[in-house]
């Protein structure tokens, strides 16, 4: 049997077994077709059954250059080797076609994204006139929220999760709750709690109890409504598509790397669990001191 027929008997029981979607099925059948076409070539011939039995893991390998040479990404690449893993149970259950050597293929892993932080400038600028958008006491409750995003590198979440009880006021200090019901005391710039301050003498129910911003209709306010606020921000004021409120928590981070701060104190200052979190910061900065190389170098 060639595998191109076996290809289209396992589409078919993909697709009337497993009751895959159309899109899962059209995915799986181009996939399948990029590797039995690159082993067509390889091999020189088509290949039947026997051959998939008998492919090396150097063949498989082979393939999977052959896709990283075309550009395609690592995220891309694994969905491939997922799709011929999966053909090969098949065939190995239907057709006795066993090949060790796939195991000995390393699944492709994706880079996770560097973090987006916006520039010093950019981020004072949200944190000093967001407030500009509305209107009354709701001006103060966004500079006073946005500031201390940026000047706590508080996750929105955690911010919106406060009370009036735990606003920062002579001691400087702020106990936040984080992911795991983990507490950590985060220190208070003078600016961030006098925005707050500020915030607080307007507050519409400033009881110890009730949420520290809230909405205009007077429950805690909502994250979506946060997101809202800083995309009208960014698109009156220019700044990139990544300006939102966790980008504040990023710009935190890579604004005190980048004045000398070191990665312990910084990882206690985010409530990340493991330093590795936290090390990511170190290649943003230095991926900004690289474009900054090149757009600046009479050679960059």
């Known amino acids: 049997m060639q595998a191109a027929a076996a290809r289209v008997d396992f589409l078919d029981w993909l697709a009337q077994e497993r009751r895959a979607s ?3 099925v059209s995915a799986y059948g181009a996939d399948l077709a990029g590797f039995l076409g690159f082993m067509a070539v390889h091999l020189g011939g088509e290949p039947d059954l026997a051959a998939l039995a008998g492919l090396r893991a150097a063949d498989f390998r082979a393939w ?20 011929v893993r999966t053909f090969f149970r098949w065939l190995a259950r239907h057709h006795d076609v066993d090949n060790p050597q796939l195991a000995l293929l390393a699944t492709p892993r994706a880079r996770k994204p560097l973090p987006k932080a916006l520039s010093e400038t950019q981020a004072m600028a ?14 103060q409750r966004d500079t006073a929220l946005f500031a201390l995003l ?14 009036v009880r735990d606003a920062p006021r002579s001691t400087g200090a702020l106990r936040v709750t984080g992911k795991g019901n983990k507490q950590r005391d985060v220190p208070v710039l003078i600016p961030v709690r006098d925005a707050i301050a500020v915030w607080l003498a307007v507050h519409p129910a400033p009881s110890p109890d009730q949420p520290l911003f809230v ?9 979506r409504i946060a997101q809202r606020t800083i995309q009208l921000f960014r698109e009156m004021n220019g700044l990139p598509d990544h300006a939102t409120p966790h980008a504040l928590r990023h710009s935190f981070a890579t604004h005190l790397l980048a004045q000398g701060a070191d990665l312990r104190s910084i990882q206690e200052l985010l409530g990340h669990a493991s330093l590795s979190t936290t090390q990511v910061y170190t290649s943003v900065d230095t991926a900004q001191l690289m474009d900054v190389w090149h757009r600046t170098h009479p050679r960059g």
């Open 22 to 24: 159309p899109l899962t």
């Open 64 to 83: 999977l250059t052959r896709c990283a040479n075309d550009g395609q990404g690592a995220a891309t690449r694994a969905r491939h080797v997922a799709a």
């Open 126 to 139: 949200v944190a000093r006139d967001i407030g500009e958008l509305t209107d009354g006491h709701l001006a």
């Open 150 to 163: 940026y000047g706590c590198g508080l996750r929105i979440a955690e911010a919106l999760a406060l009370d």
């Open 215 to 223: 909405g205009a209709r007077g429950g805690r306010l909502s994250p």
